[in-house]
């Protein structure tokens, strides 16, 4: 799936204010200093942030989200446990139950889209030569990338059913500054570039007409993974 257009969204109103959860984790810091002059932010994570607005909430706890979602028109959802080798014990909570209450108090909040970090590996399951294209099937290479899967469903039930914008961005292997790619076969063609991912989110925060998307989020590059043709197509 691409995206999807039914029922869309209109309109140029200006964002108001940008909840991140996971802002504590490598991706939502550096995206907090990067669109710090941009939005209006809110902050949120079990750790502190250190963010004029930071509203400390644990995804298993609903009465925290519903506080972390009060007053915001957009969530950039990258809240979760990030390890691969994690067990069921951990994601369980943090990346399937967790990932519903955000859903649902942003619906309860009348937030106008979330903004989902989704993976690689919600399709990492293909071979290893396959450009695998947004249109292609969930196929998990690994439990982690399950709940990213499930994530990318709940979306769209949330985008169909409940009447919110929903993107989800499936992100590649992330570096900061002059990191690079280490001898793991997950990192092959997948680098994604600080500065490309913190554009791509932005377009996903400010894009309008959209009801459901999944996107690849790769930097642009020959022979990559993920083919980022729908990306371009619907974030520029």
């Not at 809110?42 to 502190?48: E, I, L, M, N, W």
Request: charged share 20%; hydrophobic share 45%.
């Amino acid at each position: 799936m691409v995206f999807t257009l039914s029922a869309p969204l209109s309109g140029d109103a200006a964002v108001g204010r940008v909840l991140v959860t996971g802002a504590a984790g490598r991706i939502g810091s550096g995206f907090l200093r990067h669109a710090a002059d941009r939005y209006v932010l809110r902050a949120t994570d079990t750790r502190p942030v250190d963010a004029e607005d930071f509203v400390p909430a644990d995804l298993t706890d609903p009465a925290a989200l519903a506080r972390a979602c009060e007053d915001v028109d957009t969530v950039v959802h990258l809240g979760a446990d990030p390890r691969l080798e994690a067990d069921w014990e951990s994601l369980l909570p943090n990346n399937i139950v967790g990932c519903r209450n955000l859903f649902e108090a942003a619906s309860e909040a009348g937030v106008r889209r979330v903004v989902f970090a989704s993976s690689v590996h919600a399709v990492s399951g293909y071979p290893a030569g396959k450009q695998v294209s947004a249109d292609d099937p969930v196929n998990p290479g690994n439990l982690y990338g399950v709940t990213k899967a499930f994530g990318e469903a709940l979306g769209r039930y949330y985008a169909e059913q409940r009447g919110m914008s929903v993107i989800a961005l499936r992100i590649g292997a992330f570096y900061v500054g002059d990191q690079v790619p280490g001898p793991n076969p997950h990192n092959d063609f997948l680098h994604t570039a600080a500065a490309d991912l913190y554009r791509i989110m932005v377009r996903a925060i400010e894009v309008r007409g959209v009801r459901f998307a999944v996107v690849n989020a790769i930097s642009d590059q020959v022979g990559g993974r993920l083919d980022v043709t729908a990306t371009h197509d619907l974030l520029g």
